[in-house]
């Protein structure tokens, strides 16, 4: 061995050690890593205007709030759904009206500007649904030019060709929420001054179209406007009551409803229409906004879409492993048990409604998710536990059965997993006027499909080959002629590619076949110049832009984890992946990644991981010195 081997070795162990010291000192107290979820300035936003509603204004915390808006402003004056991204007109509206409350100067230079931007890309009319909803809500735009959501919904059955069971779990609360709200068009004036009278309105859109689905989805909004003008609507009353009851049924004991924002700010607010907010419920859900805000040092408060803990500790804990520690070592142990902590073993969520005879047994994303537990953290944590030994062994093989059991069953009849429910894939939920935001069906896909497959190799799978072999084909039938994968929850189809072949790997397919070699050529030909790998958020709009992006280490990571997986470890590429993440190591032994590399809703919602930039280089660079070099 030369003496640059020697040294490039020695750089290896030393990066990977110092990774791992970090990653041991950012767990908590009770055992979890949670790293916060950066989104965009729409939270905060609708956060203000939630406030407004509810009547519950909080002087000094709005003023925080003021703080954060103004510091993620962007030069010309709009904010971004993500960093570096181009103006987002629904962001800026949004963030204009929350100050415009907070009692900002129309004519100050911040809102100035901002105006300006919003009059150059079409004004409020040019805006999607939301957006519209919330100034409707404040009486700064019309009802009755929204698309409705009628509550009447609620009647109908699962097996109905439209129902709320055709929406995805992070959309399904949101619209039996809003058809409460809906039901009354509630209108929360502005005091004098804080209404947004100056914007620019631009011209009235038309949205209507002439043939197919999308006309005769626009004739029904059409239809149902004329019939909430009337005076009387049969069974709407007890439609109410069903919603309200399926709400207050679903909400988690952490307050929220799915763990996420939209559904929780738009329950909160179907209360106050209902004028029930001394209602339990209620209650819990408002003290829980407070786990989801974030005050910064320099005095700054930010809320968070949603938060990730137990993504992260599996996560970290198949980081730690791959980079030597112990199965025993006491930070695995009590991560261990805090991951049992969270199973969902006595919830039969809105998954049983698609598989009634699956029992449950999943992991939720989130501290507290009982009614949504998602097949994608399951993968993870099915991983991690089975990697550690805990003193209660027993307990943790029986949550290892479960777990496998539940995340088995929900495959999809196309022979992919999605990520909350199964065959969820009906596409009318996408046409109706209403759904302009971003994905709300959850239909199988590429990256949660690989991570299953990761890890049903970890564990054989002999009494599931039928189950596996469907799941392969399910990923070469949505392979990209050109060889990648999409990426639906992480940017983009470097992150699909980086799910795949790890799971094809684990389940010992053979990746010498030439439409594996296919996804590891793409990602070679994507290797950027400096030796890392990087993908925009805009390659989910803009074909052109698919691969295209600057270095960032998780994405590096994702590119390193699937040449290794896919044999070539010994390569160039890998090679030069493997030494941009050593180069580009801070002091802390961490990395610096501002870059969005989540994924919520592809084109309109996205989100920093702040701890993807740690444990996915961790693990990559771990994974590489023991196929190079036989090592752990």
Not at 364 to 381: G, L, Q, R, S
Not at 392 to 401: E, G, N
Request: one cysteine or more.
């Amino acid at each position: 061995m030369s003496v640059v081997e020697l040294a490039t070795e020695d750089a290896l162990s030393r990066a990977i050690e110092a990774a791992r010291d970090r990653v041991l000192a950012l767990q908590h107290p009770e055992g979890y890593w949670w790293g916060v979820l950066i989104s965009n300035v729409c939270m905060e936003a609708e956060y203000v205007m939630l406030l407004h509603i509810l009547n519950r204004r909080m002087p000094e915390r709005e003023e925080a709030v003021a703080r954060y808006l103004l510091s993620a402003q962007n030069g010309d004056g709009s904010w971004s759904i993500y960093y570096g991204g181009p103006g987002d007109l629904n962001a800026t509206i949004e963030a204009y009206q929350a100050l415009k409350l907070l009692h900002w100067d129309p004519g100050s230079e911040p809102l100035a500007k901002a105006r300006q931007f919003i009059a150059d890309h079409g004004g409020i009319e040019a805006s999607r649904v939301f957006t519209r909803l919330w100034l409707a809500l404040l009486g700064q735009y019309d009802w009755e030019a929204l698309p409705i959501l009628p509550p009447e919904l609620m009647w109908l059955p699962p097996w109905f060709p439209f129902s709320i069971w055709d929406f995805a779990s992070w959309a399904r609360p949101t619209v039996v929420a809003l058809s409460i709200v809906m039901a009354y068009r509630p209108v929360f004036p502005v005091n004098p001054g804080e209404g947004i009278e100056e914007l620019a309105r631009g011209q009235q859109q038309s949205r209507r179209v002439t043939n197919g689905w999308d006309a005769f989805f626009y004739w029904v909004d059409s239809w149902l406007h004329r019939y909430h003008r009337l005076a009387w609507h049969l069974g709407r009353r007890r439609a109410v009551e069903r919603a309200f009851q399926w709400l207050v049924d679903r909400q988690e004991r952490d307050g929220s409803w799915g763990g996420i924002q939209p559904p929780w700010f738009y329950a909160l607010i179907a209360f106050k229409v209902l004028d029930r907010l001394d209602h339990p419920a209620f209650q819990r859900g408002w003290e829980g906004l407070e786990g989801f805000g974030v005050l910064e040092p320099d005095g700054r408060w930010w809320f968070q879409a949603c938060i990730s803990p137990t993504w992260d500790t599996g996560l970290a804990m198949l980081a730690l492993r791959a980079s030597g520690l112990e199965a025993e070592h006491p930070a695995l142990v009590k991560a261990g048990n805090w991951l049992l902590d969270q199973q969902v073993l006595d919830t039969a969520g809105d998954w049983a409604v698609r598989r009634p005879k699956v029992k449950p047994g999943g992991w939720p994303f989130e501290f507290v998710n009982d009614h949504y537990p998602d097949v994608d953290d399951t993968a993870i944590v099915l991983m991690a536990l089975n990697q550690v030994r805990l003193p209660d062994d027993l307990r943790r093989k029986r949550a290892l059965t479960k777990g496998f059991r539940w995340m088995v069953g929900l495959q999809s009849k196309n022979g992919g997993w999605g990520a909350f429910d199964a065959d969820n894939v009906r596409t009318w939920v996408s046409r109706i006027p209403f759904s302009d935001f971003g994905w709300v069906n959850d239909p199988p896909t590429e990256d949660v499909t690989g991570h299953v497959l990761e890890s049903l190799g970890q564990f054989g799978y002999d009494d599931a080959w039928s189950v596996v072999q469907r799941g392969v084909d399910f990923l070469k039938r949505m392979q990209a002629a050109d060889g990648s994968f999409f990426g639906r929850w992480g940017v983009n189809y470097i992150y699909g590619i980086g799910a795949v072949i790890p799971g094809l790997e684990a389940i010992h397919y053979d990746i010498h076949e030439a439409w594996v070699q296919r996804a590891l050529d793409w990602l070679e030909q994507h290797q950027n110049d400096d030796g890392g790998w990087g993908e925009g958020c805009e390659s989910y709009v803009n074909p052109s832009q698919k691969g295209v992006g600057v270095s960032t280490a998780s994405q590096t990571a994702w590119a390193l984890m699937a040449l290794i997986s896919g044999g070539r470890a010994h390569g160039e590429a890998a090679r030069r992946g493997a030494m941009w993440l050593m180069t580009h190591q801070l002091a802390d032994g961490g990395w610096d990644e501002p870059w969005y590399t989540g994924t919520g809703f592809p084109g309109d919602f996205y989100i920093n991981y702040t701890l993807y930039r740690l444990v996915f280089p961790l693990l990559a660079l771990a994974r590489y010195r023991k196929a190079t070099q036989g090592t752990r």
